[in-house]
Protein backbone atom coordinates (compact mmCIF):
# COMPACT_ATOMS: atom_id res chain seq x y z
CA UNK A 1 0.00 0.00 0.00
CA UNK A 2 1.45 3.68 -1.10
CA UNK A 3 0.95 6.50 1.83
CA UNK A 4 0.35 9.60 0.75
CA UNK A 5 0.54 11.41 3.93
CA UNK A 6 0.96 15.27 2.43
CA UNK A 7 -2.81 14.83 0.63
CA UNK A 8 -4.48 12.31 3.61
CA UNK A 9 -4.52 9.50 0.79
CA UNK A 10 -3.56 5.80 0.80
CA UNK A 11 -3.33 4.07 -2.80
CA UNK A 12 -4.07 0.08 -1.74
CA UNK A 13 -2.20 -2.99 -4.09
CA UNK A 14 -4.66 -3.47 -6.86
CA UNK A 15 -3.74 -7.75 -7.12
CA UNK A 16 -4.21 -9.13 -10.71
CA UNK A 17 -4.42 -12.48 -12.52
CA UNK A 18 -1.69 -14.07 -14.47
CA UNK A 19 -1.38 -14.69 -17.97
CA UNK A 20 -4.13 -17.34 -18.99
CA UNK A 21 -6.18 -17.52 -16.34
CA UNK A 22 -9.94 -17.32 -17.49
CA UNK A 23 -10.98 -13.48 -16.61
CA UNK A 24 -14.76 -15.20 -15.59
CA UNK A 25 -13.65 -17.14 -13.05
CA UNK A 26 -11.07 -15.22 -11.50
CA UNK A 27 -13.40 -12.81 -11.31
CA UNK A 28 -15.59 -14.70 -9.26
CA UNK A 29 -13.49 -16.73 -7.34
CA UNK A 30 -10.24 -14.35 -6.89
CA UNK A 31 -10.92 -13.24 -3.36
CA UNK A 32 -13.33 -13.12 -0.80
CA UNK A 33 -13.44 -9.52 0.17
CA UNK A 34 -17.12 -9.28 -1.33
CA UNK A 35 -18.36 -12.62 0.12
CA UNK A 36 -20.90 -10.93 2.31
CA UNK A 37 -22.58 -10.39 -0.61
CA UNK A 38 -25.54 -13.45 -1.47
CA UNK A 39 -25.63 -12.87 -5.19
CA UNK A 40 -21.89 -13.16 -5.11
CA UNK A 41 -21.65 -16.43 -3.46
CA UNK A 42 -24.37 -17.62 -5.74
CA UNK A 43 -22.50 -17.02 -8.84
CA UNK A 44 -19.55 -19.07 -7.22
CA UNK A 45 -22.20 -22.01 -6.11
CA UNK A 46 -22.94 -21.65 -10.38
CA UNK A 47 -19.56 -21.80 -11.51
CA UNK A 48 -18.34 -24.15 -9.44
CA UNK A 49 -21.23 -26.09 -7.63
CA UNK A 50 -20.08 -26.06 -4.17
CA UNK A 51 -21.70 -24.28 -1.57
CA UNK A 52 -20.27 -21.42 1.01
CA UNK A 53 -20.42 -23.60 3.34
CA UNK A 54 -18.85 -26.41 1.76
CA UNK A 55 -16.00 -24.34 0.76
CA UNK A 56 -15.55 -23.50 4.85
CA UNK A 57 -16.19 -27.16 5.59
CA UNK A 58 -13.22 -28.05 3.35
CA UNK A 59 -11.07 -25.51 4.53
CA UNK A 60 -11.37 -26.66 8.17
CA UNK A 61 -10.59 -30.53 6.95
CA UNK A 62 -7.84 -29.64 5.55
CA UNK A 63 -8.93 -30.21 1.32
CA UNK A 64 -8.30 -26.92 0.47
CA UNK A 65 -5.83 -24.33 1.33
CA UNK A 66 -6.54 -21.23 -1.05
CA UNK A 67 -3.92 -17.96 -0.19
CA UNK A 68 -4.35 -14.98 1.37
CA UNK A 69 -3.93 -11.08 -0.06
CA UNK A 70 -1.73 -8.70 2.22
CA UNK A 71 -5.05 -7.67 3.11
CA UNK A 72 -6.00 -11.17 4.94
CA UNK A 73 -8.80 -12.11 2.33
CA UNK A 74 -8.86 -15.64 1.08
CA UNK A 75 -7.35 -15.60 -2.78
CA UNK A 76 -9.04 -18.42 -4.81
CA UNK A 77 -7.12 -19.32 -8.03
CA UNK A 78 -7.54 -21.61 -10.88
CA UNK A 79 -5.98 -24.58 -8.78
CA UNK A 80 -8.36 -24.05 -5.81
CA UNK A 81 -10.91 -23.67 -8.12
CA UNK A 82 -9.95 -26.68 -9.95
CA UNK A 83 -9.34 -28.60 -6.62
CA UNK A 84 -13.17 -28.03 -5.39
CA UNK A 85 -14.05 -29.59 -8.71
CA UNK A 86 -12.27 -32.82 -8.16
CA UNK A 87 -13.58 -33.04 -4.11
CA UNK A 88 -16.99 -32.57 -5.90
CA UNK A 89 -16.52 -35.62 -7.95
CA UNK A 90 -14.85 -37.64 -5.49
CA UNK A 91 -17.30 -36.92 -2.62
CA UNK A 92 -20.51 -37.36 -5.40
CA UNK A 93 -18.96 -40.74 -5.15
CA UNK A 94 -18.99 -40.73 -1.50
CA UNK A 95 -15.11 -41.27 -1.56
CA UNK A 96 -14.38 -40.62 2.34
CA UNK A 97 -12.55 -37.01 3.45
CA UNK A 98 -9.41 -39.39 5.22
CA UNK A 99 -9.42 -41.01 1.49
CA UNK A 100 -9.13 -37.27 -0.32
CA UNK A 101 -6.85 -36.24 2.07
CA UNK A 102 -4.48 -38.55 1.75
CA UNK A 103 -4.42 -38.60 -2.34
CA UNK A 104 -4.11 -34.61 -2.31
CA UNK A 105 -0.56 -35.60 0.06
CA UNK A 106 0.43 -38.08 -2.54
CA UNK A 107 0.37 -41.35 0.15
CA UNK A 108 -2.61 -42.88 -1.98
CA UNK A 109 -2.64 -42.64 -5.67
CA UNK A 110 -6.62 -41.76 -7.09
CA UNK A 111 -6.17 -45.46 -8.49
CA UNK A 112 -5.88 -47.44 -5.58
CA UNK A 113 -7.78 -44.52 -3.69
CA UNK A 114 -10.65 -45.47 -6.25
CA UNK A 115 -10.21 -49.21 -6.08
CA UNK A 116 -9.92 -48.91 -2.06
CA UNK A 117 -13.64 -47.14 -2.30
CA UNK A 118 -14.63 -50.07 -5.18
CA UNK A 119 -14.68 -52.66 -2.51
CA UNK A 120 -16.26 -50.62 0.16
CA UNK A 121 -19.24 -50.25 -2.25
CA UNK A 122 -19.34 -54.07 -3.44
CA UNK A 123 -19.11 -55.11 0.69
CA UNK A 124 -22.42 -52.45 1.24
CA UNK A 125 -24.28 -53.68 -1.71
CA UNK A 126 -23.38 -57.30 -0.54
CA UNK A 127 -25.19 -55.81 2.70
CA UNK A 128 -27.72 -53.99 1.16
CA UNK A 129 -28.74 -57.38 -0.84
CA UNK A 130 -28.63 -59.75 2.20
CA UNK A 131 -30.82 -57.67 4.37
CA UNK A 132 -33.31 -57.00 1.35
CA UNK A 133 -33.41 -61.24 1.17
CA UNK A 134 -34.33 -61.33 4.97
CA UNK A 135 -36.52 -58.76 4.74
CA UNK A 136 -37.85 -60.61 1.69
CA UNK A 137 -37.95 -63.85 3.67
CA UNK A 138 -39.62 -62.00 6.50
CA UNK A 139 -42.41 -60.88 4.28
CA UNK A 140 -42.80 -64.04 2.99
CA UNK A 141 -42.99 -65.93 6.77
CA UNK A 142 -46.87 -64.34 7.44
CA UNK A 143 -45.63 -64.09 10.66
CA UNK A 144 -47.54 -61.03 12.71
CA UNK A 145 -45.24 -58.95 14.87
CA UNK A 146 -47.51 -60.11 18.33
CA UNK A 147 -46.17 -63.87 18.05
CA UNK A 148 -42.88 -62.70 15.62
CA UNK A 149 -40.05 -65.03 17.23
CA UNK A 150 -37.21 -62.15 16.82
CA UNK A 151 -35.00 -64.27 18.68
CA UNK A 152 -34.45 -67.09 15.67
CA UNK A 153 -34.16 -64.42 13.21
CA UNK A 154 -31.55 -62.47 15.64
CA UNK A 155 -29.70 -65.53 16.01
CA UNK A 156 -29.93 -65.56 12.03
CA UNK A 157 -28.20 -62.28 11.74
CA UNK A 158 -25.54 -63.09 14.51
CA UNK A 159 -24.40 -66.00 12.11
CA UNK A 160 -24.35 -64.15 9.05
CA UNK A 161 -22.27 -61.16 11.01
CA UNK A 162 -20.03 -63.56 12.04
CA UNK A 163 -19.48 -64.34 8.50
CA UNK A 164 -18.55 -60.75 7.78
CA UNK A 165 -22.34 -59.07 6.89
CA UNK A 166 -22.67 -55.74 8.04
CA UNK A 167 -25.99 -55.22 8.96
CA UNK A 168 -27.14 -51.09 10.29
CA UNK A 169 -25.39 -49.99 13.38
CA UNK A 170 -27.81 -49.22 15.78
CA UNK A 171 -25.69 -47.80 18.13
CA UNK A 172 -24.69 -45.21 15.94
CA UNK A 173 -27.94 -44.41 14.57
CA UNK A 174 -30.52 -44.65 17.40
CA UNK A 175 -28.44 -42.49 19.15
CA UNK A 176 -29.76 -38.64 18.41
CA UNK A 177 -33.32 -39.42 20.23
CA UNK A 178 -32.65 -41.32 22.95
CA UNK A 179 -29.54 -38.27 23.57
CA UNK A 180 -32.08 -35.65 23.02
CA UNK A 181 -34.20 -37.17 25.50
CA UNK A 182 -31.90 -37.14 28.08
CA UNK A 183 -30.64 -33.54 27.72
CA UNK A 184 -34.62 -32.21 27.03
CA UNK A 185 -35.14 -33.41 30.52
CA UNK A 186 -32.29 -32.35 32.15
CA UNK A 187 -32.81 -28.67 30.70
CA UNK A 188 -36.58 -28.69 31.78
CA UNK A 189 -35.26 -30.07 35.57
CA UNK A 190 -32.77 -27.32 35.50
CA UNK A 191 -34.91 -24.71 34.33
CA UNK A 192 -37.18 -25.68 37.23
CA UNK A 193 -34.47 -25.10 39.93
CA UNK A 194 -33.83 -22.54 38.28
CA UNK A 195 -36.72 -20.71 39.01
CA UNK A 196 -36.93 -21.57 42.25
CA UNK A 197 -33.88 -19.90 42.93
CA UNK A 198 -34.96 -16.71 41.40
CA UNK A 199 -38.28 -17.51 43.12
CA UNK A 200 -36.75 -17.36 46.85
CA UNK A 201 -34.14 -14.82 45.84
CA UNK A 202 -37.23 -12.25 45.18
CA UNK A 203 -39.31 -13.13 48.09
CA UNK A 204 -36.16 -11.84 50.17
CA UNK A 205 -35.93 -9.07 48.68
CA UNK A 206 -39.62 -8.10 49.18
CA UNK A 207 -39.60 -8.36 52.72
CA UNK A 208 -36.21 -8.05 53.87
CA UNK A 209 -37.26 -7.25 57.25
CA UNK A 210 -38.74 -10.80 57.71
CA UNK A 211 -36.09 -12.53 55.70
CA UNK A 212 -34.16 -15.46 58.12
CA UNK A 213 -30.33 -14.96 58.89
CA UNK A 214 -27.80 -15.08 56.16
CA UNK A 215 -26.98 -18.40 56.70
CA UNK A 216 -30.23 -20.02 56.86
CA UNK A 217 -31.02 -18.12 53.71
CA UNK A 218 -27.54 -19.25 51.85
CA UNK A 219 -28.37 -22.59 52.72
CA UNK A 220 -31.82 -22.66 51.49
CA UNK A 221 -30.36 -21.22 47.85
CA UNK A 222 -27.35 -23.82 47.74
CA UNK A 223 -29.84 -26.53 48.09
CA UNK A 224 -31.38 -26.44 44.60
CA UNK A 225 -28.18 -24.73 43.44
CA UNK A 226 -26.79 -28.42 44.93
CA UNK A 227 -29.65 -30.23 42.99
CA UNK A 228 -28.53 -28.19 39.65
CA UNK A 229 -25.00 -29.49 39.88
CA UNK A 230 -26.26 -33.11 40.64
CA UNK A 231 -28.42 -32.97 37.44
CA UNK A 232 -25.63 -31.71 35.24
CA UNK A 233 -23.26 -34.56 36.72
CA UNK A 234 -25.75 -37.07 36.05
CA UNK A 235 -26.47 -35.75 32.49
CA UNK A 236 -22.95 -35.76 31.17
CA UNK A 237 -22.50 -39.84 32.68
CA UNK A 238 -25.54 -40.53 30.87
CA UNK A 239 -23.66 -38.62 27.77
CA UNK A 240 -20.67 -40.84 28.18
CA UNK A 241 -22.54 -44.11 28.38
CA UNK A 242 -24.63 -42.99 25.51
CA UNK A 243 -21.90 -42.51 23.45
CA UNK A 244 -20.25 -45.71 24.56
CA UNK A 245 -23.22 -47.83 24.00
CA UNK A 246 -22.79 -49.16 27.61
CA UNK A 247 -27.03 -49.17 28.14
CA UNK A 248 -27.93 -49.72 24.13
CA UNK A 249 -30.22 -52.66 25.84
CA UNK A 250 -31.61 -53.41 22.08
CA UNK A 251 -27.78 -54.03 20.77
CA UNK A 252 -27.15 -56.69 23.52
CA UNK A 253 -29.88 -59.37 22.34
Known amino acids: ?38 EYWHEVEQLVGVTKRNIRFYEKEGLLSPGRTDNGYRDYGEEDVEALRKIKLLRKLD ?14 TLTDGVRRHIIQLERAQDNLATMRSLCQELAESGEQLAS ?9 MERMEEGGTQF ?6 DIVTRYG ?11 LMGGLIALMVWGLTVEPAEAPPLGLMLFLLAIPGVVIIGVLLALWQRIKQIRGGEEDAASKY
Open 95 to 108: VPLEEIRRMQQGTL
Open 1 to 38: MEQHNDVCLAVDDIYLPADGIDMHKWAVVACDQYTSQP
Open 168 to 173: MNIRKN
Open 181 to 191: GTVAAALVFVA
Open 148 to 156: LDAGRWLEK
